[in-house]
């Protein structure tokens, strides 16, 4: 049996490579400083591999969510958790700023958010404005189902949002890539160019590419600020009557308090051409299947012992958030590890020295799926596009909700289901590829009939 | 790991003749070998297994080609009946290739095979040898099919006889 | 016994059915769907791993029930079973083993399912409209029977159904044999991009002619995302559309259904098997009994009856005319299950030469085929047929890579590729399957079949006497044979197909019979495979006295009840059906909310823009049609229909200036921008609003009188359709 490092295939070089430059100490730290990779452990085994991986998305938990200047960077002369405030994360662009209306170009990165005209009457605030995974422009992804919503136990959907960082911003405008024609002239102007994103170096000390989806519950009476990262939104629906593009629903916007339920960070590293998804859970979403009924202690967000719906059913359609509905019924389909849970206490506690009551000590790593074969230059290749990822299944219980569990291509996998995102510029497969980022299909055309959505 | 994993693999992956770097590699967030190894163990006579390990294990020590080791353990003298252990050798193989456990004692009927589950058929090597995926499984992106696909070698490890070129 | 009621009951929630309920939900209109098989499920993980752990891996075997060779279950003990391939392999005459009660003298050997999403959920997502011959095969070759319609009738309903399912294709590629598309029409989405195995056959086959008609290699029309498109994904080449696509980037049902409920306006009942529908004095259907279940193998747990004011039949052609048989309904005309017809297959395949790769296993299953000899003045004398490329190989006709892998390791040749019986392992078995599996491909020809007498139909269901489900509903007796005219199809097919092979491709052919289906004609022994196509048990026509439906797909005896799907084709063409149904099935959405919305009323000359109570909605196509009366905006320009006069007035006070002074003018909404209707007009989609209407005159009276001398008023009818 070998025992020395090997990595499968003739290009797997990737882990060797970094495991003999230099790395920084994997200590957990309560740090602004967005890593720029995996901090690699010898000798590497999958489960360390593993733990090398969570340790990089609680240390990018803690940079994203570190407390923000007015200008979106760290303040650094806080601790995090000390108090409640807007994220570094939050300063980020939102997708709907980027894919606009008849393929406009973005603001630019400092500009502020424009609002739309039913927002723009309410106190200010942040907007979000999707709906959970619903068939229409603003899912992130398309599932093989319209997943469906996810109901409160206040019979109030949950909403999402979407945003990148500057670098994968830049990557996008000065591609050209925010409309249809963008991206067709990105792919005419030169047979080699592909859609790439920045990945981040440890050597030259740049953060590559970070795209963030968060879900957030709407905060009622019996729920409590303290309990949640919160911050006042502005809950806007857009209208539509066309369900091809989504549920039938009016145009609202609500401006109502949201605590942070579910958040997903997808970082591209020198070591991760296929990304590092990392994602993390409010402490309280949902118990485990594997929990006996009787052992489940809540109260939770999204389960109530004492409901007789069926476990994991998105409720039935229509869906229309401005009507009260039946609370979900949701159960986590894979355990988190022991490892995991490990790992995350020590993260809490470590939270918790800045401030006992800190809101982010509320939240849970359920793990990092990161590609166990990755390219040893930071491009896909074709005989291995993903990577194998490991672990080969993952899911946020309120992101994707109703696609947990293990069966290939159907259960939740982000890098598998993400290779199948696509750009609007489908004549090969080198214009196909949009980089494992769903965002791509939101652009719009400048003679504004619409993507073909 | 288990001597008798380890000679599994080595077994395993001269008798398809696809490298134990593949069928095993060292991180391996799927895991298969010792999933195959526990499946053929309860479904074989210990004898008949023990057999096979035992006579790779040896013929490996004595450093004999993989290629070549697939023969001898797979050789049927002259017309006689072919032996149990034999049988047992060429459904592992099919295990490998096509994720689907054939008894080896059930005759020409597939009546009793089983797929071992939904990760054997999608790592089942017999798609990445015709350089393509198990249907049902693809990880490319729209229009691969138009494209010739990555080499036999860059898919196995094993580099195919004569040109790999598509008909224009 | 519990009672349903809703505007429309509809009885099966598959293609024809999904549609009509969601054009009708959109129109406003309470819908119940009555659908026999389980719920569509909230994601596809149950029957993807069914798939992947099933060792027969056939077109059915993802979906319940459960369908596998081991162990075998008796149709008399399920709920709500249906044909499927593992009946025909393990005893296609066996009641005990086959759902249908097959009759003979030859096997019929398609399938379908009863799910929500029907059989959609596993068709290939071949879009091909036919051809326009395809509707008067008796006119122009005097065999089989003329379609009450003609292609021109289908063109918009075409155009809806490509728009609904998402097809990929280039009109330029699709414009042959006579088919037209509307001026500046594209495809929702491009051309899906050809295979290597495609290549090769463009490459050997462009510019020869077989009959004197010429072999052109098309790219197939295809319900399946080539951009993204809906909310769906592109397609990542699966190869596996039939059984499952595992990321819905190819169309199903479902999608439709899910828009439907979407409304707010329709309801399933799932488990709900139609059992009889019942006729009052007035020879309208007053009902459709139903009988509920909850495991596929278990008790009955409800009965009850739904009750509505039009009734829909969709449950395609096999339990359609089963259910119309067993309540004794909509058969004056005796051809209620008559010609039962398929698409038997010719299923040819083969080996290309050493070094000559064409990479089969990839994409989609299907991505070209040659559809040059759909039609021909052969017709009067023999079957048409389309040939389909596959890309999997030899995955169909010898069940490859298992039986290839298999061949070389025992040392047997199942599979085809292992003539000398060799041995093999290592890396030499490596070599030796890549060079075999690199060079694999197949073709099937999907052949036409026509009734020698189609008033008299040799193929034909009928209620088993004999055998009933779970539920003690007589179960499909099924009676088949294939025509002198289609056999002599298929005899040119083997022709063509051994040339295609041999001569063009320079292939090595492995052809051979493989059954479950065998027939002789003129000393040769030929095996035909199903294409999961059964059409014609409830044809369309122009005389109540030979066919069960009309041209509205309207029972001639029941003026409330209408049967959908393809049941209602006359004549087959050799085109994947999928298509034509949803064509049809928009039709007959069009012409039940007509029955049920269609708003006639009188637009007076003498006011301004009046409200219709009509809100538009891009979704719902509607017009507006001048039913009678006259009016008159000008003594000059006298008494006139919705056309208006010859006086075309420039004056911006005109309800819309330059159109014809006294034409009946709308517009979408109190903004709305004024348009054109005269007597006959498509309403505008941009905008969502209610519909208004004037007549085209001085609305504000500064050049006259305006509006003030106006006499008279048109009765005009906003219906539902296409122009």
Redesign the interface.
């Known amino acids: ?2 025992t020395e ?6 290009l797997g070089c990737a ?1 060797i490579s970094v495991l003999l430059s230099p790395h920084v100490s994997a200590t957990p730290s309560l740090s602004p400083q967005i890593p720029f990779d995996a901090s690699f452990t010898e000798p ?3 489960s360390s ?1 593993q733990a090398n991986f969570d340790e990089l998305s609680w240390q990018t938990f803690i940079a994203l969510n570190w407390p923000a200047l007015d200008d979106g960077k760290p303040n650094t002369g806080v601790t995090i958790g000390k108090q409640d405030g807007a994220t570094v994360w939050e300063s980020w662009k939102e997708s709907y700023q980027i894919f606009r209306a008849k393929g406009q170009t973005p603001l630019p990165w400092d500009a502020p958010a424009t609002l739309p005209e039913a927002c723009k009457a309410l106190k200010p605030g942040r907007l979000l404005q999707q709906m959970g995974k619903v ?3 603003l ?1 992130e992804f ?7 919503p996810l109901v409160d136990q206040n019979g109030v959907y949950t909403r999402n949002e979407i945003v990148i960082n500057q670098s994968m911003f830049d990557g996008i405008v000065s591609n050209g890539l925010y409309s249809i024609e963008g991206q067709q002239k990105f792919f005419a102007s030169n047979p080699n160019n592909t859609v790439a994103f920045s990945c981040s170096s440890a050597d030259k000390k740049e953060v590559g590419a970070v795209m963030v989806k968060a879900s957030w519950k709407v905060l009622g009476p019996n729920d409590s600020r303290q309990d949640f990262h919160t911050v006042d939104a502005l809950v806007y629906t857009p209208g539509n ?8 629903v009016e145009e609202s916007c609500v401006s109502e308090p949201v605590g942070l339920v579910g958040l997903h960070m997808v970082h591209k590293t020198a070591s991760a051409a296929q990304w590092v998804w990392s994602t993390f859970e409010h402490v309280k979403n949902v118990p485990e299947k594997t929990t006996p009924v009787t052992q489940r202690a809540g109260p939770y967000l999204f389960y109530n012992a004492d409901s007789q719906s069926a476990i ?3 409720p ?4 229309n958030p401005a009507v009260k509905a039946t609370p979900s019924q949701i159960v986590r389909e894979v355990p988190l590890t022991e490892a995991t849970k490990t790992l995350n206490a020590t993260y809490q506690a470590l939270l918790r020295t800045a401030n006992p009551q800190s809101v982010w000590a509320n939240y849970q790593l359920i793990s990092t799926q990161w590609p ?2 990755p390219p040893n230059d930071c491009q896909v ?6 990577g ?5 299944f993952l899911a946020n219980a309120t992101l994707e909700t ?2 947990q ?1 293990t ?5 939740s996998s982000c890098m ?1 289901c993400h ?4 750009t ?1 510029v ?4 080198r214009t ?2 949009a980089d494992f980022t769903y965002l791509l ?1 939101r652009a719009q055309s400048t003679s504004g009939q619409g ?3 | ?1 288990s001597t008798d994993l ?1 000679n599994f693999i080595g077994l395993s992956s001269a008798l398809i003749g696809i490298s ?3 069928l095993a ?6 895991g298969l070998p010792p999933i195959f190894l526990d499946y053929v163990c309860a479904r074989v006579p210990p004898e008949a297994l023990n057999a096979l390990l035992s006579q790779y294990a040896t013929l490996a020590a004595d450093h004999v080609p993989p290629d070549e080791i697939a023969r001898q353990v797979l050789a049927v003298p002259g017309q006689q009946k072919v032996p149990d252990a034999v049988l047992v050798a060429r459904s592992i193989m099919k295990l490998w290739l096509l994720g689907v456990w054939y008894p080896p004692f059930a005759g020409p009927k597939f009546d009793g095979s089983a797929v071992v589950s ?2 054997a058929y ?1 790592y089942s090597w017999a798609w990445k040898i015709a350089q393509a995926h198990p249907m ?2 693809s ?6 099919w ?2 010739t ?2 080499s036999l070698e ?2 196995t ?1 094993v580099s195919a006889n004569g040109q790999q070129g598509a008909l224009s | 016994m519990s009672s349903e009621q809703a505007e429309v009951v509809i009885v099966g929630a598959g293609l024809a059915g999904s549609i009509i309920a ?1 054009q009708l939900g ?1 129109a406003g209109i309470d819908v119940l769907v009555l659908e026999s098989g389980p719920e ?10 069914r798939f ?1 752990t099933s060792t027969l891996k056939t077109p059915e075997s993802p979906y319940p029930p459960v369908t596998s060779l081991d162990p075998r279950r008796d149709p008399a003990g399920q709920n709500a079973p249906r044909a499927t391939i593992a009946d025909l392999i393990l005893g296609w005459d066996d009641p005990k083993i086959s759902y249908l009660v097959q009759k003979g003298p030859l096997p019929f050997t398609s399938t379908y399912e009863r799910v929500g999403g029907g059989t959609t959920w596993h068709w290939v997502g071949t879009c091909l409209r036919m051809v326009p011959n395809d509707f008067r095969l008796k006119t122009f070759y005097g065999v089989g029977v003329d379609w009450p319609i003609g292609y021109d009738d289908l063109q918009s309903a075409y155009c809806r159904a490509e728009a609904e399912i998402g097809v990929s294709a280039n009109v330029a590629d699709q414009a042959y044999l006579g088919m037209t598309f509307p001026e500046g029409y594209a495809f ?3 051309s899906i ?1 050809l295979s290597l195995v495609d290549g090769s056959f463009v490459t050997a086959v462009t510019g020869t002619t077989f009959d004197s008609l010429p072999l052109v290699v098309s790219p197939t029309p295809a319900g399946r995302n ?9 397609c ?1 080449g ?1 190869t596996n559309c039939t059984p499952i696509c ?4 190819k169309y199903d049902a ?1 999608v439709t259904m ?7 306006k329709v309801r399933v009942l799932y488990r709900t098997v139609a059992s009889k529908v019942t006729v009052g004095a007035d020879s309208n259907v007053n009902g459709i009994e139903f009988m509920q279940y909850q495991l596929a193998d278990g008790p009955q747990t409800g009965t009850g009856v739904a009750v509505a004011q039009r009734y829909v039949i969709a449950a395609h052609a096999i339990e359609t005319p089963k259910l119309l048989l067993n309540s004794g309904v909509a058969n004056s005309s005796g051809q209620v299950g008559r010609s039962l017809a398929d698409h038997p297959i010719y299923l040819a395949w083969g080996l290309m030469p050493e070094g000559k790769t064409i990479f089969p296993y990839r994409g989609p299953v299907s991505t070209a085929g040659i559809e040059s000899l759909r039609d021909g003045a052969f017709r009067s004398d023999r079957a048409a047929w389309r040939i389909e490329i596959g890309n999997e190989g030899w995955n169909w006709p010898v069940g490859d890579p298992y039986a290839t892998v298999a061949d070389f390791i025992d040392g047997v040749n199942n599979g085809g590729a292992n003539p000398s019986n060799t041995l093999l392992s290592g890396t030499a078995l490596v070599r030796k399957l890549n060079d075999v599996f690199v060079r694999q491909f197949r073709i099937g020809f999907l052949v036409e079949q026509v009734e020698d007498d189609p008033d008299n139909a040799d193929c034909f269901i009928k209620p088993s006497t004999e055998f009933n489900d779970r539920l003690g509903i007589p179960r499909p007796e099924i009676h088949y044979d294939l025509s002198d005219y289609t056999k002599k199809g298929f005899q040119k097919a083997k022709v063509l197909a051994s040339h295609i092979i041999k001569d063009l491709l320079g292939a090595q052919e492995l052809t051979h019979t493989i059954g479950p289906g065998y027939f002789d004609y003129e000393k040769e022994h030929y095996s035909f495979q199903g294409a999961g196509h059964l059409m014609g048990t409830y044809r369309m026509g122009d005389d109540p006295a030979k066919s069960v439906v009309d041209k509205y797909q309207r029972s001639w005896d029941h003026k409330n009840l209408f049967l959908v799907g393809d049941g209602v084709f006359p004549s087959t063409g050799t085109s994947n059906p999928s298509l034509t149904i949803a064509a049809l099935s928009f039709q007959a959405g069009d012409t039940l909310a007509n029955d049920l919305r269609a708003v006639t009323m009188q637009v007076q000359s003498n006011v301004a823009w009046q409200g219709t109570g009509v809100q538009l ?3 719902v196509p509607r017009m507006v049609r001048y039913v009678s009366g006259k009016w008159q905006a000008s003594r000059e320009g006298g008494m006139v229909d919705g056309n208006g006069g010859s006086r075309h007035i420039a004056y911006s006070s005109y309800t819309l200036p330059n159109a014809a002074e006294g034409a009946l003018i709308g517009r979408v909404g109190d903004g709305g921008k004024p348009f054109l209707i005269g007597d006959l007009a498509q309403l505008p989609v941009s905008e ?1 609003g209610e519909l208004q209407l004037c007549i085209n005159d001085d609305l504000t009276g500064q050049h006259g009188a305006g509006l003030t001398d106006n006499i008279g008023a048109l009765t005009i009818r906003i219906e539902f359709g296409t122009v």
Do not use: C
């Not at chain 1, 290779?419 to 696509?422: H, Q, R, S």
């Not at chain 2, 590699?25 to 799927?30: F, K, N, R, S």
């Not at chain 3, 595992?246 to 980037?249: D, G, L, N, V």
């Open positions: 049996m070998r490092v090997s990595r499968r295939g003739p882990l590497a085994t999958l591999l068939p229409d422009v899912d398309i599932q093989p189902f319209e997943s469906g009557s066309d369900p091809g593009k989504g549920p039938i994991n059913q998105p039935p359609r229509p869906w166990s074969d290749s074709a005989a291995n596009p993903l194998s990822p490991a672990p080969s109703y696609i569990g069966v290939p291509q159907a259960s598998a290779g199948n995102a696509a609007h489908t004549e090969s497969p196909s590829f299909e993507a073909k959505q | 790991m380890v134990t770097e593949h590699p060292t991180i391996d967030p799927v939904d990760q999608i049902g499984y990880e490319s992106f729209f229009g691969y138009n494209s696909p990555p860059a898919l490890g | 969601y959109m569509i499920p909230a994601n596809r993980s149950q029957y993807l791993e992947y929702p989405m491009h991009p080539s951009q993204p498109y809906a909310g769906r994904r592109v990542a699966n595992p990321i819905q980037a479902t899910n828009k439907a409920l979407a409304t707010g909605n891009a979704q969502p």
